[in-house]
């Protein structure tokens, strides 16, 4: 990624960021936890891949990410309007599991942890 298309996602992700918190008012968003990780912009600026991570049921997931393509159009024309870009890029929402992956290791390491402390303490 060049400088530019990397200025470019981390103003998109700041937008986006506020824009679903303060004018999207689609519900399937608000269950469970959104959290826009990162955007990746296409060299010529015209796609941007937003992956999202989501913290909930996997059916509250899949109704976010549902709501989220719903709102591109609205979010594209919000983003018009609000930033000074020639050409704002297309959105595309797709899932992030690197948080869910994370908490998942998390649990993992704290599980064999416990379970060490518990056979040291019978020896």
């Given at each position: ?35 826009i990780t990162e955007v990746q912009v296409s060299p ?80």
């Amino acid at each position: 990624m060049t400088m530019r298309t990397t200025r470019v996602g981390e103003l998109l992700r700041a937008e986006i960021a506020e824009l679903l918190l303060r004018e999207v008012k689609d519900p399937r968003i608000g269950r469970g936890m959104v959290t826009i990780t990162e955007v990746q912009v296409s060299p010529d600026l015209r796609r941007a891949v937003v992956y999202v991570s989501h913290l909930g049921t996997s059916e509250e997931r899949e109704e976010a990410l549902a709501g989220l393509r719903h709102s591109a159009p609205f979010l594209h024309r919000e983003l018009v309007h609000r930033l000074s870009l020639r050409n704002v890029p297309e959105l595309v929402f797709r899932f992030d599991p690197s948080i869910e992956r994370g908490a998942r290791l998390a649990e993992l390491i704290q599980r064999v942890s416990a379970e060490r402390r518990g056979e040291e303490t019978v020896d």
